[in-house]
């Protein structure tokens, strides 16, 4: 029990004191038990109030104080290393709130807002005087990080972590890096290509030692806390010996008598069973689909020297200090139907019109029918009025306009038309948006409760919308090809991840930031950071923005290799306790386990991962377990005092 | 329904629009800041939209384009600098085009060569029937102007000629009465509005009274005239009401206004003819001067017909009045007689060219606009009355 | 007073919230950082708002921990009130003189007590509540500031002594010079910010002659906890306003003021001042005028929908000129084409009208580069030399761009990508070299 104990009360310049009556409180609490010194002060934060805190402690010999201020957001940790200063322990220190959770609250009642203050920092006295010194929890760290996702935003906070000094491995689910601006030929704003970009970032890659990579791999398993997370990971096999023959594996590949949709041109093309991506896909070397393989025995035994179709796959077990989650989007596929979607031969989505211009030489065609005209419908799968996406994908707008400029740059003859809601070409994409005016295309606004319609007739598709710009007047185009502007969606397979490292999704279903300013790229588990756009849609620029940002928050947090944790977490009483399993229900962090104690089960909390959140203490049914610094004994002379 | 034509905007190109007019992106500002447009009335945002997805019907049927007296003030603040101001101006062009069913003026607007070989030829014929007349005299013993240009000859060739023009321009208007009334179906116009409505066409035609609304309406009337915001519409009735009086001078009047005896200065017939000359040459000159300064919204941009109208205009009254100078300094009548021929060369081609199918023809469409406006409005307020009234 | 050759591993220009991010990031990865601010106080623009969008949070309650957190960082080394020049390249290193202006306070003795503001007999306009209040000549920016220390305004003191005389630590000091203080710093991480677009230059908006047309970084100002009159008035009268409009794309997407691009922000703090004003006056009808809505960021559209459903009017039309009424009620009369309306024309009445106004470059930075020139884009915004890949880049190796420097932005883009310039930098500062 503290009982030499400073109390400060702030006047935070009027802020406070226009509302609250600072000397009435310090005169109600200069005689609460143990108070040795009770001052007011102008502002609490100041240097000079500082210094006259830490003189106070070591005058008067102070074993606690108590600020009686703003928000601990703003200070706790200011008083804090004031008591540090002091020589006394950091935990011997409360703050009171009494700036958001009472004058500003109640200004329009000043006598009522003095005697809620004398309460709440009576609460505060209390409290300290339990105060323990305390610690911080010191834990070792991995300077590790394990990124998932080797897309471009997967790559670049990779390369850029391994500047840094930390080691990385990077995990790819595909075969081959890059992920979706490897389908993607210019890219807007700089007009480089998609592949080169990717051929670039995996040079660089490949000469950084301390960056591992691993493609056909997939997270499996986790456990651990920040700074020693371990994970399993299982990599597929690319089905080809480690020793092939290059030119007898392309011979391998003109003879294969398997042909199946090319996933990577979104089904416009067909491929090989043995197959890259693209030409320059890299890794550099081809993956064998064995399932389709698998039934073509001769082929195989011809070609044993190079395709091995009995490889297993591999487990890799990794020791990271952190991961990084690039996992992407993944393009929305519009409903059978919807704009005529698979039903009309010539509606395609924004991803495969991608593909076309990049496929296509000189000449825009699709089905062997020459292009002349475009239309393109927006917001296909974005701000949804029924169905489930009510967010805006971002990207769009900007990338549909810069494929129509790229179609007509590349392509010259085409027309292009754009049915939209609203044109979404934020800061200096506006002047993509000009570029296309300027050349000619034709942009209609459309009403999101009467969107255009899309009909097919004698082989001639028509589209009919109303124009908001136009007076509702409704207009008609015969084009040759329709192109859907698709959204971004969060992955099919997100929840596989989210289920194996528990992170929260938001209403959006992407993955979701602590907060979007404070913590954009943190998730609610320590050492889990997400960037790109399983956040939520971006462009490139944006998504390197965000794991660049990631990057440096893993590369501060583990740097050191040692990382410092708050004390104030659950502490089980191991004699009370008699394991029946209700708190490892509630902890939301993973943070109970089950072990031995003299002959009888008990809970154990991992001091790394608890937050000290609560959940359990409130339902343990023996009162065994504890928060420190707000312990049962605590809070009921809290609530003794403030009833009185 | 109506089909996207993204070729008529190319086409508008042709008779000298911006090529900027695609790079609008409907804010809407040009109607809004336009001080002419106003309720459901508005331009020239919506005949822009018109323009760019080209639903001709629209256009066709449309009389923004002569409702608009070109202030500038929208392409002054168009936030994307789409020019709507000039592309109103070659909408009134192509507007032209559409009623003159010779399609000669689409020849005249989109050609040089037409333009100017159809001036020269014209030139020249009035040179050979002078020539044929009279020969190419180097001397002569007559003293009279009327002697060697009789203007009772001269006279039946103004007729045959005005005779000509009168009737191709009513026949244009007589077209652009059935695009704009005819054709619309959503009204029935009684005959009798016709008559009520006849008095806006010859107050619009004399006063040209929507120029003085092209400024901002805050400040009262003698305030903007001291200010020279009326300063555009001044210099332009100036020039209209020199050629009308002119032009009615010397088709209607010729008798009276080419004698040979020299009248003092105050007699009427020179007064009319100082003011005529004078209003022309003022006119002329204040277009000239601004539309190579630039330096008004609606002087930046100058077609090639915009240049030979207003040069043809100056050179006639120019030709005109060295004449009249030579006359009453009593030079020798061959000079007189010179000046006379070449004054013509100039007149015939700018009336047969630009009367009907050039620029001279807003003299005509302009009123006729406001007042078909007026009849349609009028007939819609009718038949908004009967369904009050049958109603009630 | 010269102080040569302080060494840091980084200067970071800009102490907004792009700065402060940068600044922390790089100091957390065990980097001396020095910050220097030109303005009084840290905290930029940002610290000036009301709440944020689309979380609703309260601006100060963000902004105030991160500054505090930065002005406490060991590693952080902060000089407000001070200005870099004559940054020139030497080989790896970096050489810069920074100019300290006098405060005519001595801000190691200087409490914030505020008992020289009230004797000091200057009442002139507050810049940091846009001119909506007055404060003295001897101020403190604003409540929030940091560090939270008076300054003389010397233009505008009048050497009475006043201050001198009751300020309790001695602090006051008219014998203060300029300081000059010559750097040497391995990286730069430029975190300038925008200026805001002046309304008067839209003309036919005539704010400057009609009182009760506003900007929106004053209501701002009159939304925020720490406002000046604890109510939304007309600036004109003290009425409250019940009929509000805001005018979208204030120089912004305009080419007739010289700004032709969209300045990103707008729609959103728009959406979000309507639906504060909401609470504020649940009375009032508000109105957005707009060319396009561009709520794009996470949750933006989401909070678009929001603003719909609590019944603000989005009219698609940009308002084309302002007036005031003749009738002296001091109302105003918006012209605009109600576009989907039957494109007609209308006059809309407003008691309060809201210019959006848009952001533009603050390229003043450029200049102190002296022997390498630091370069701008078309729009003058500073020139990333390599937009997809590495955002921060500038054409000066070992030059960063954080924030709004490089283009416009929202405060969590600003904030990813002053995590991004850190980034950037940590990884450049720990690099082996490679020149």
């Keep these: 029990m503290k009982n030499k104990i400073g109390v400060y009360i702030c006047q935070c310049g009027g802020n406070i004191s226009d509302y609250v009556d600072v000397e009435e409180v310090r005169k109600a609490i200069e005689n609460e038990s143990g108070v040795v010194i009770a001052k007011t002060t102008m502002f609490a934060c100041a240097d000079s109030a500082q210094k006259e805190m830490i003189n106070d402690i070591e005058e008067a010999n102070l074993d606690a104080i108590v600020v009686a201020s703003c928000s601990p957001k703003l200070h706790l940790f200011t008083f804090r290393n004031v008591a540090k200063r002091a020589g006394l322990n950091q935990y011997n220190y409360v703050q009171v709130n009494l700036r958001e959770q009472c004058s500003w609250a109640h200004s329009d009642k000043p006598k009522e807002a003095t005697k809620k203050a004398i309460v709440l920092v009576r609460d505060g006295i209390v409290r300290v005087r339990y105060s323990e010194a305390l610690d911080q929890i010191k834990i070792s760290a991995l300077n590790v990080v394990t990124i998932i996702g080797a897309g471009i935003s997967g790559m670049r906070a990779a390369i850029e972590l391994a500047d840094m000094g930390t080691n990385i491995f990077l995990i790819e689910k595909d075969y081959f890096v890059g992920g979706r601006i490897s389908q993607i030929g210019k890219l807007f704003e700089t007009d480089e290509k998609g592949k080169e970009i990717v051929k670039k970032l995996y040079y660089e890659i490949k000469k950084r030692n301390n960056i591992r990579l691993f493609t056909g791999a997939e997270i499996k398993s986790f456990s651990g806390s920040v700074g020693n997370f371990k994970i399993r990971v299982e990599i597929t096999p690319r089905y080809i010996t480690s020793k092939y023959d290059k030119d007898r594996l392309t011979e391998a590949i003109q003879k294969c008598p398997e042909e199946i949709p090319d996933k990577f041109n979104f089904g416009l093309t067909k491929r090989k069973a043995i197959y890259k991506n693209y030409e320059t896909a890299l890794p550099d070397i081809p993956v064998v689909n064995k399932d389709v393989l698998s039934r073509d025995k001769e082929f195989l035994r011809t070609y044993k020297d190079c395709i091995d179709i009995n490889q297993k796959p591999e487990t890799l077990n990794i020791n990271t200090g952190a991961i990084l989650l690039c996992t992407g989007f993944d393009p929305y596929e519009p409903k059978d139907g919807e704009f005529g979607y698979k039903k009309i031969k010539n509606v395609i989505t924004l991803q495969q019109f991608e593909r076309i211009i990049d496929l296509n030489d000189n000449v825009l065609s699709y089905n062997g029918k020459k292009i002349k005209s475009i239309a393109f419908i927006y917001c296909v799968g974005s701000r949804q009025i029924d169905g489930e996406n009510k967010y805006c994908s971002r990207f769009c707008c900007t990338s549909a306009i810069h494929a129509s400029l790229v179609a007509k740059e590349k392509f010259k003859e085409t027309k292009n038309f754009h049915f939209y809601r609203d044109i979404r070409t934020y800061g200096k994409y506006e002047k993509l948006y000009e570029n296309a005016r300027r050349q000619g295309d034709i942009f209609i606004k459309f009403d999101e409760t009467d969107p255009p319609v899309v009909e097919e007739s004698e082989g001639i598709t028509q589209v009919k919308c109303k124009d908001l710009l136009y007076n509702r007047k409704e207009l008609e185009i015969n084009p040759d090809l329709i192109v859907l502007v698709t959204g971004m969606v969060p992955r099919k397979d997100n929840h596989l991840i989210s289920d194996i490292l528990k992170i929260p999704v938001g209403r959006d279903n992407f993955f979701n930031e602590v907060h979007p300013k404070l913590r954009p790229v943190e998730t609610v588990i320590d050492g889990i950071f997400i960037a790109g756009t399983c956040q939520g849609p971006k462009n490139i620029t944006e998504s390197i923005k965000s794991s660049l940002s990631a990057s440096v928050k893993a590369n501060s947090l583990l740097n050191d290799e040692e990382l410092e944790l708050e004390p104030l977490v659950a502490k089980i009483n191991l004699d009370a306790c008699e394991w029946c399993g209700k708190c490892i229900e509630v902890c939301t962090y993973n943070t109970i386990t089950k072990t031995e104690y003299q002959g009888k089960f008990v809970a154990k909390i991992n001091v790394a991962t608890c937050k000290g959140c609560g959940m359990c203490s409130t339902v343990c049914p023996n009162d065994a377990i504890d928060i420190i610094g707000y312990s049962n004994e605590e809070i009921e002379a809290m609530i003794d005092v403030s009833t009185v | ?392 | 007073m010269v102080n040569n050759n302080i060494e840091y591993d980084a200067l970071v220009i800009g102490g907004g919230i792009a700065g402060q991010e940068a600044s922390l990031n790089l100091a957390n990865n065990g980097f001396k950082v020095l910050l220097v601010e030109k303005d009084l106080s840290l905290g930029g623009k940002m610290i000036q708002l009301s709440k944020v969008f689309p979380t609703l949070d309260c601006a100060a309650c963000i902004a105030t921990p991160k500054i505090s957190e930065t002005a406490r960082n060991p590693n952080i080394t902060i000089m407000t009130y001070s200005e870099v020049k004559d940054i020139e390249k030497l080989g790896n290193v970096f050489k810069a003189k920074v100019i300290k202006y006098p405060r005519y306070v001595k801000e190691d003795l200087c409490s914030g007590c505020q008992e020289c503001e009230k004797v000091c007999p200057v009442n002139i306009d507050d810049q940091y509540n846009y001119n909506l209040v007055g404060r003295k000549a001897v101020y403190i920016p604003f409540n929030l500031a940091n560090p939270r220390i008076a300054t003389i305004d010397i233009n505008n003191c009048i050497l009475c002594g006043a201050c001198e005389k009751v300020c309790p630590a001695d602090a006051i000091d008219f014998t203060q010079k300029k300081s000059e203080y010559f750097l040497t710093v391995k990286t730069i991480i430029i975190a300038t910010g925008f200026n805001l677009f002046e309304p008067w230059k839209k003309k036919e908006y005539n704010y400057n002659s009609c009182k009760n047309i506003i900007h929106s970084m004053e209501m701002e100002r009159l939304l925020a906890p720490t406002r000046p009159f604890n109510y939304v008035l007309r600036p004109l009268d003290g009425k409250k306003p019940d009929n509000i409009a805001y005018v979208l794309c204030t120089g912004s997407r305009d080419k007739s003021v010289g700004n032709p691009i969209c300045s990103q922000i707008c729609c959103m703090y728009s959406i979000k001042q309507a639906q504060l004003l909401m609470g504020a006056i649940p009375t009032a009808d508000i109105t957005i005028y707009y060319i396009d809505i561009r709520a794009f960021g996470k949750g933006f559209d989401e909070f678009y929908e929001q603003a719909k459903e609590m019944d603000v009017t989005f009219i698609k039309g940009k308002v084309a000129k302002i007036t005031e009424k003749k009738d002296g009620s001091g109302n105003l009369l918006l012209r605009y084409e109600a576009i989907d309306e039957n494109c007609e024309i209308k006059e809309a009445e407003h008691d309060l009208v809201v210019l959006s106004v848009g952001i533009l470059p603050n390229p003043e930075i450029s200049s102190s580069f002296k022997n390498e020139k630091l370069e701008l884009d078309e729009y003058n915004y500073l020139l990333q030399v390599e937009k997809l890949t590495s955002p921060a880049k500038t054409n000066i190796k070992g030059v960063f761009v954080a924030g709004t420097a490089s283009g416009p932005m929202d405060i969590p883009d600003s904030i990813l990508s002053a995590g991004d310039a850190s980034a950037e930098a940590t990884s450049y500062l720990r690099r082996p070299c490679t020149c």
């Design chain 2, 1 to 392: 329904m109506s089909k996207i034509n993204s070729e008529f905007s190319t086409e508008l190109t042709k008779l000298g629009c911006p090529v900027d007019l695609n790079v609008c992106f409907n804010c809407g500002n040009c109607s809004a800041i336009c001080p002419l447009s106003e309720g459901e009335n508005s331009f020239p945002r919506k005949i822009i939209r018109a323009s760019i997805l080209g639903v001709e019907d629209d256009i066709k049927t449309s009389l923004d384009p002569w409702m608009c007296y070109y202030c500038g003030e929208c392409s002054e603040t168009c936030p994307q600098e789409a020019n709507p101001g000039e592309l109103m101006m070659s909408l009134r062009r192509w507007l032209t085009t559409k009623y003159d069913w010779t399609g000669l003026s689409w020849k005249f607007y989109t050609s040089k060569k037409w333009e100017f070989s159809a001036i020269i030829l014209l030139a020249a014929f009035v040179f050979f029937l002078f020539a044929l007349l009279n020969g190419i005299p180097l001397s002569t013993d007559k003293t009279f102007i009327n002697e060697i240009a009789p203007w009772r000859i001269v006279e039946i060739g103004d007729w045959i000629m005005a005779g000509v023009l009168a009737a191709l321009l009513i026949s244009f208007i007589f077209n652009m009465h059935r695009m704009i009334i005819i054709k619309d179906k959503t009204i029935k116009v009684p005959l009798k509005l016709y008559f009520t409505e006849f008095w806006t066409l010859i107050f619009h035609f004399a006063s040209q009274w929507r120029f003085s609304d092209c400024e901002i309406k805050i400040q009262s009337f003698w305030k903007k005239l001291c200010a020279g915001k009326y300063n555009y519409w001044i210099a332009h009735w100036l020039l209209m009401s020199g050629y009308v009086l002119l032009f009615t001078m010397i088709v209607i009047f010729l008798e009276w206004f080419q004698t040979d005896t020299i009248y003092p200065w105050w007699y009427p017939q020179r007064l009319f003819g100082y003011y005529a000359t004078f209003g022309l040459i003022f006119g002329t000159v204040y277009f000239i001067i601004h539309r190579i300064k630039k330096d008004r919204e609606n002087s930046k941009h100058s077609h090639i017909t915009d240049w030979t109208f207003i040069i043809l205009l100056l050179l006639s009254a120019v030709s005109g009045i060295l004449m009249h100078i030579s006359r009453i300094n009593q030079s020798p009548l061959l000079v007189t007689y010179y000046l006379y021929v070449v004054h013509l060369m100039i007149v015939v081609p700018m009336l047969c060219i630009e009367v009907p199918f050039s620029k001279w023809s807003h003299l005509a469409y302009r009123p006729f606009a406001i007042y078909f406006n007026n009849i349609k409005m009028a007939a819609r307020e009718l038949v908004k009355k009967q369904s009050n009234s049958t109603a009630n």
